[in-house]
Each structure stands twice: as structure tokens, then as C-alpha cells.
């Protein structure tokens, strides 16, 4: 279960920052353009797709949670029959839950970097902090679904009105998501125990996890001021 | 040599047959299912369109066999008017969904992306495989409404609320089809998601040393915007079908509201809002139909440029009219809504854009037309059909002047002169750039030559058959012809019933010479002549793999360095009046950029 | 075959012409008082996008039968100004006449839904429904009653879920299964749907509108000459969609005054 000290986790070239052309190296070989003999500089760096498949990725669900969130608006704004009700106390807790995941997750993030980076003298395992995030991940999912039991002890059922329906759906797609989410991480926690993470795939993991955090700030304040 | 192991999940040639065939890892495999669906769609979509069309020609007609297709819709083998239109929603379901935005796309821009950017595979292989059973899964779902008791729905392919909303109680094929249909559209457009993650990562991280975005290839090009998209629009239509799917079945009012009365019943639903699906769904729908013909517009650029032996007047002007289509899109969907009801100063608004989108779209046809100009034109089946959707493209677009406009579409707004105009850009100009792109790289994914005389035979039915069944569609709008009539009662429209009856013959006829492609098709695979790497003397990389099929990692041991811009025509050099991408030969190049 | 297919894409285009050029099937004669400027715009985009087709799909069958299958030793050429005159040609020929047609089209627009009806308008409910219309007069009061939804009933012929025992408006409301209105007098038509979508389609007053389920919408136009017509339905609301029609007869003011006073004696 504990990660490896002696063979740091296989990784792929280190990530470069630097926007300067580069001959070799991530990507490196795209700057270089033969042409006619001469080299001509086209292009820095390339990301590791894992990163930009997450960007991409985060984009259709923003526009996923863009259209829903239309359509709340439209909803709303279109007849008279919507009504509020106060939001089960129990989202604030879960939304602690998740931003301090996120916490754990960057802090374990740091840690297989420096490690990965050769400091060897972190001696801090970022693997707890990895089973943390995850556990914290799904206390967040169960707190969101002890919001669901608190809705409906109080009648508040899918159809029972359109502010209900909406956070029922607003919340389930958020927690289909964190779903995925927490799939990533066991992911991670599976090749760093068996040390073939990638740093790319740990970066993607990540940003998708803080995305899931900053999605539910955004619905939890959608909720807030339309419920 | 170069390392690229960091970048791709490396997969090693499969061994066994089901990692072979069946769940593939392989681009090129998945590419060939895509087609495959594709394929097996179309025959089932035009098997549908015959029986409208005989239905539209002759109302009261037993079509021999057409009670085996439905339980209660064709008693007597004679049509009833809710299975007319069941027929007619799964015909346009499965076309735009499971033909139109497959095989252009997710069909050849699987097999031909990764190879024309130079790299082994895609980033996300296992990702590329689930995107396609996805897809196959979400066709079973559809066609599987054609076996519950009510049959599937006959909201047609836009299922405009409330009457896809109510449930049951709307009337037949309003039941569990709907849900059905919903459901096959959502995951549909999961597929196409995880599709586009890859096409989009592939184009901005896997190309080849040398190949920069301005060497890429137009049809790279083409599949690169469509999957951005993709991401964009199905990302919106999938929430859009779950929450019809709650309407239909939990008693949710998001697109149903209060007060109606269907059958002497109060309907319990309130508050939801008609035009709300009416926004969400032409907020996708606008983009797909881009979706559906980009792609197209890619293939045709990139077999035309083959076949003339010269690059575009500009390749740059194309990539950016190419992309002006795609933002623009965005802004125009309204026009599908003018007399929906919806504010009239929006209708104006939409217009607009909608008007303003002909320009990049004229731009696209004058370019193909000046790059024609002083042109070697080659005359093959693959450059006929990019030709004939250029005359496609034309036909069908000019007709979008008059549906632009508001006050124009007052008159044609719900008529056949729609139908005529989306048919001529999609049902044909897009099944052109299809053929084209079939009839052009089939030596390359299965290294036999289709044959040439059927080929042309098979252009030559259809262009002709396809003006002669959807140019009259033009004029029956014109008339008042109403769209979506399984039979024509009301007075003023008795007379146009003789034009119906002309293009369901040319209907008929055309659907049959399709066979002549099926057959050639096959025939080719088994006993087409053995086809050379490099049969049409082209120059981007797809032409320059070490065997033909492509060996599974597409480039051997080594991936292709690239020197030269995609398209250098026109050139001396030692191949002849061409130089391939990846060659590393020195010569007098032919560009537009510097 | 090359000059063969340019011959061809020549004739098509050329055939696909005449019956427009001949109006062979075609618009239905103007009875509005709006229409003119929707048939000036008909017009106009008719002859740019005419002219647009025929002079693209000429160019297109031009060059297939000048360039294709070329002479051995005949040298490439570019288009004399290359892409620059194309996206000239893009920009201004088409761009900005394609934008003129919009500017103008406003008027036709315009006169329709940004000018209210008259004060002496005549109002009209009609009612869509799976699959009829049925419409309504508001009588001698000039009020409509309200409808009531859960009394709505075809079985018992209350197409509009009236209540004229407790509702005074109600009791003089004239209910018909066919529209009939004066010429040249402004009709204010009240939409409203009993169910689903539909849409108010009747070509020669030059008038398509959709119904909105749960909104209340309206037109107003004016007919300028006697005759009988008929109104489609242009949305698809079920499998009667086909049949889902009324007949519209414009009367003199003095025939129509008679048929209302029949209909409101059948109430």
C-alpha cells in the first residue's frame, strides 16, 4: 500500500514551463520544422494530452452545467408556480468536505512532484494523503445524498416543483461527475502503488477534482440564490 | 527515431480475434466500425425513406410485407398516419445521428486523423474504443422502439415539446419510444464526446516532427473543427434529452406547462416552457448540421487538391472560412424558431448571423471554384462526387437565403422547401463528400481499388436521381406544401400530388442504383484489383505509410518527419509533378504562406 | 465524361430554373394588406439566389469542361488576383447584398409584429387542438369568457371549456368549427392551444404563426378579397396533423353579419 521510497515512480519528461523554443524534449521535437535543409522554429512545446484531454473534457461539462443552467433561468423566470425552500444545511458541511479534498489532493500533488523531482529528503508519503482525499470525496457524495433524504422528509420530491426538480438534477449531475472523479483517483492510487504513475495523468486528475470543487461552489450559489 | 512512448497509451498489435476485430484499440479498426454502423444505418434509413415516399405517392397503397415491420401500423398493409410518422422520425433520427455525423466523421476522420498528423494511434485508444460501442449501444436503444407495443415515437427528429413531453396520453408513438429515443440520443451523444476528446487531442498533441497546424491537411482540418464542435453542442443536447426523459416519466414540468386538456384529461403537469426545448435542442441543432457537413467539406477539398494537381487559392482562406462556419454557427439557431412564438425581435437578431454566415460559405464555394480554375482536373470517381457536392453544396445553400430571412420564412417556414434545403446539404452534398472520401482512401484502408466503371455508374445515377427528387421538393414549398403530411387533405394541395408521385419513382430508382455502390463495395474488398501505396500520386502522409492496409502502429519503425507543406502540386521533382509531405527531397515549392 | 458532366450540371441547372422563372408551382395570389413587401422580398432573394446558383453551378460546369483531363504540357495557372478577388467577391458581392435583403426584409417584418392592431380591430379566438380548430366570436358583449381547462370537453361539444351558467362574458360567445371574417376589416387573432403544438398557416393571407402551449399569442391582419381558403397545420402535434385544417371564407361586411347571426343562433 505504501508507496515505494527506493524507485522514485516512472515518469514521463519532466513538464517545461519555459516558453523559449526547445530542440528536445516534450514536444521539442515540433519546434523544429525541416524545410528545404533549414530548421525553422514553429512551435515551443506540446502539452501531454492527458492535459489537454482534461481541459477538453472540462469544457462539454461546462457546457453541460451552461445548459442547465439556462435552462433554470428560463424555467424560473417563465411562470408563477416556482417555490423557494431553504437549502438542507447539510450542503454547507459537504461543500467544507469537498474544498478540503481538494486541499489534501494539491497537497499530496506537491509531494509526488518534489519526490518525482528527486528531493528525496521529502520523506512525507503523498499516498495517505491520496486515501484522505478519497475518503473525504466520498463523505462529500454521502453527505449529498443525506441532502436528498433531509429534501424529501420534508415532501420535496423530483416533480414536486420545478426548484425541486432542479436540485435534484443539478445535484445528481454534479455527483455523477464526482463519481468519475473519485474513479480517477483509484486510479492514481492503483499505478502509484505499483510506481508507474504519470505525472500527467496525476495533473489531469487533479485539475479535474478542484473542477468538481468549483463546479459545486458555482451550483451551490446558483442554488442558493434561485432556491 | 523518436520517443513518443510518453505520449501514446502504447498498445502492442492484438493477438487475439476479439482484440482485433471486435474491441479494438486501434484507430484504424474503430474507424471501419464506424463505418460499418454507418453503413448498416443508411440502408435502414433509406429502407425508410421508400416506404414514405410510396406512402406520399399513393396514399392508400398496400405495400406487400408491411405488416411484418409493425404490429398495429399497417393493418392491410396499408400505412396508418402515426406509423407514416414514426417511419419518417426514425428515418431522419438515424440519418442526421447514425449516418450523417458518423461516417464523415467519426468513420473516416478515426482511420485518417492519426495517420495524417503522423502518430501511431490516438492518446485516448481505450477512450476512441468505448466512444464507439457507446455509439453502437445507443443505435440498438433506437431501433430497439421499433419493438415496444406502441411503436417509436413520431415526434419527428426535433421532438418538440409538449407533445414529446405529455406521455402516452399525446397518442400513439408517444409512449416508452419517446423515452427510448431519448435515451438513444444521450448516449449517442456520450460516443461522440469521448470521440471528440480524441480528435482534438490528437490534432493540438500528436503530430509528427514538422508537421505544424499549417501543414496539416484539409481534411485534418475539417475533422479538427467539427470535433470542437461536437464538444460544444452534443455537450448541451445530452442534459436537454434527460430532462425530456424526466417529463415524460417523473412527472417533471420543465418543457410542460399547465392547463392542457388532451383527450377531455387536465394534464397534471404546470409551469414548464415549450420553447425552452425548442432553444436547447437548436442550440445543438444548428452546430450538428455543420457538424455533419465540415467534415464533408474536408474530404472534398483534400480529394479535389489530388485530383487537380494543384493546392486551394488559398489554403489558409479555407481553414478560416472553415472556422468561421463553426463559431457562426452558434449565433444562428433562432432562424429554425422565427414564427415559434419566440420574442419577433430575436427573429430579427437570428437573422442576421444566419445572413452573415453565407459569406464564409461563398468563400468555401469560390475557392474550390478559382482553385478549378487552370486546374489538371482528374477525372475519377472520387473527384465526380466532390465535384457533384459542390454543385450540391450550391443547390442546397442558396436556398438558405430565403429560409434566413424572417419575413421570407413566413411563407416556406414549415414546408418542403425546408425539407428540399436541408436534403440537397445533407441528404446529399454530406453523402457525396462521403462517397468521395469511400471511393478515395478504400485502396488505402484495404488496399484494393474500388472498380472504376461502377463507380462512375453509381456517380452518375445519383447525381442525377438526387436533382430529380429534391429539386421539385423546392417547388412544392413554394406551393404551401406542407412537410410532415402523411397524405395531402387539404384541397390546395390535391394538385402537387403528381410531382410527389414523379419523385418517388426518381426516389426508387435512385435508392436502387445505391445498390450498385453496396455491390461495388464488396466486390472491390474481396476482388478489387491490388492498389499500390500511393495510387493517386498524393502527398500527405496517409500515402507515405510503409505498407497498405497501414501496419497497426500506421508508420512502422519510425514516425514520418515532415518537410513540406500538405499540398506541393505543381512542383518538378523526382516523383513527377509532386511532393509528398514526408519526403525529404529539396524543391522549388508551390505556397501561399511564406 | 468530363464534358459530358459539365453539360449535365448546365441543363440541371437550367431545368431546376424554369418552373420558378414559369411560377409552375408556386405561391398562392396576396389577399393580405401586409403581403406586398413579403412577396418584394420573395422576389428579391429570389432573383439574387437565382442568379447566385445559376452563375456558381455555369462557373462550376465551365471549368470542369475547360480544365478537366488537360493536354500534355499544359502549364498549372492561378486565378488571375487569386484568393484575394474571391474573397472580394465573397465579402461585397454576396456579403453585402445578402445583408441588403436583411435590412429591407425588416420592413416586411416589421409591419407585422412591431405594429399593433388597430383599436376597431375585430377580435377572433381561435383554438388548436388535437385535430381541429375551432374558433370564436366574443358576440354582442365584444368579451371573451374564459376557459375553463378542467371543463373543456369534445365529448360534450364545450370546445373551449366555457362556463356561461356563472360566466356573463361566456354567455353570448359564438363558437365554430369554421373562421369567417369581413374583407377588408383588421382581424385581431387571438391564439391559443388546448394542447400541444400546432401552428396557423393560411398562404394566401400570407400568415404562419405557431401556437404556444401555456402562452397567449396574437396577430392581426386585414384580407382584401372575398373568397374561400384554407388553414393548415404547420407543426406537428400527432398523427391527425395531416388533416388538422379549417375553412377561412372572407365576406362582404353584410354576408358576414348574416353568418354570424346563423352561427350565434346554432350556440
Redesign the interface.
Known sequence: MATTFHEPPQI??QRNRSRRARDSG??G??N??????QLRV??EY?????S??IW??L???S??F???T??LV??KG?????RHFTLPSILYLNTLLLLASSVTLEISRRRVAAFMGGVRSSVASPAPWLYITLALGLLFVTGQYIAWLQLRAQGLY??TN?SS?FFY?LTA?HALHVFGGLGGLVRVIHRLNKSVL?RSTLDATSRYWHFMDVLWIYLLLLLWAKL | M?DIS??VAHHAPPTSFIRKHIFSLDHKVIGKQYYGLAFVAVLVGMFLSWLMRIHLGWTNYAIPGLHLLSSNGAPGNVMTPEFYLQLMTMHATIMVFFVLTTAPFAAFGNYFLPIQVGAEDM??PRFNMMSFWVTFVGFVVLVASFFVSDGPTLGGWTQYAPLSAVGPVGGPGEGTGVVLWAASIAIFCVGQ?LG??NF??TT????T?????W?LPLSAWGWFITSCMG??A???L???C??LI?DHV?????FV??NLVINDQLQPH????T??WQ??FW?FGHPEVYIAIVPGMGIVSHVLITNMRKPMLSHRVLVYSFAALAVLSYMVYGHHMFVSGMNPVSSLAFSFPTLIITIPSTIIVLIWLGSLYGSKLRINTASLFSLGFISMFISGGVSGFFLAQPSTDIMLHATYFVVGHFHMVMGVAAMFGIFAGTYFWFPKMFGRMMNETLGKLHFWLSFVGTYAIFMPFHYLGMAGNVRRYQAFAPDYMQRLIPLHQFITVAALLTGAAQLIFVYNLFYSRLRGEPASDNPWQGTSLEWSTPTTPPPHNNFGDKLP????DPYQYGVESSMGDYVMQAS?E?VK?VSDEA | MAKLFAVTIFVIAILSAIPILQHTWWMAPDISTHGAPIDEQMSETMAEAGISFLASQIILAFFIWRFANPRPGEKLKNFPGGAKTMLWAGFLLVGAEVLALGLFGVKAWANIYFVPPAANAMPVQVQAGQFAFYFRYPGPDGTFGSIHPDLLSEANQNFFGLDPDHDPDAKDDIVTAEMAIPVNREIHLLMHSKDVGHSFFVPELRVQQDFVP?LDLSLHFTATKVGRYEIVCTQLCGLGHYNMKAYLSVLSQEEFDNWLRKQAALQ
Open positions: 514521463e519528461e516534450n514536444g521535437w515540433r523544429s520544422v525541416p524545410t528545404d535543409g514553429v512551435q506540446a502539452p501531454p494530452p492527458a489537454t484531454g477538453v473534457a469544457a462539454a461539462i457546457m453541460s451552461a445548459a442547465l439556462s435552462a428560463v424555467r417563465g411562470a408563477l408556480d416556482w423530483l416533480a420545478p426538480s438534477v449531475a504519470r | 523518436h510518453a505520449h492518446p485516448f464526446l471528440s476528446l482534438i487531442t493540438l498533441d500528436m503530430r516532427r514538422g508537421m505544424s497546424l501543414r464538444l460544444t452534443f455537450a448541451v445530452m442534459p436537454g434527460i430532462l424526466l417523473a412527472g417533471t414540468s420543465f406547462p399547465s404546470s409551469g414548464g416552457s420553447l425552452l432553444h436547447l442550440f518527419e515532415v518537410y513540406h525529404s529539396k515549392t | 401555456g
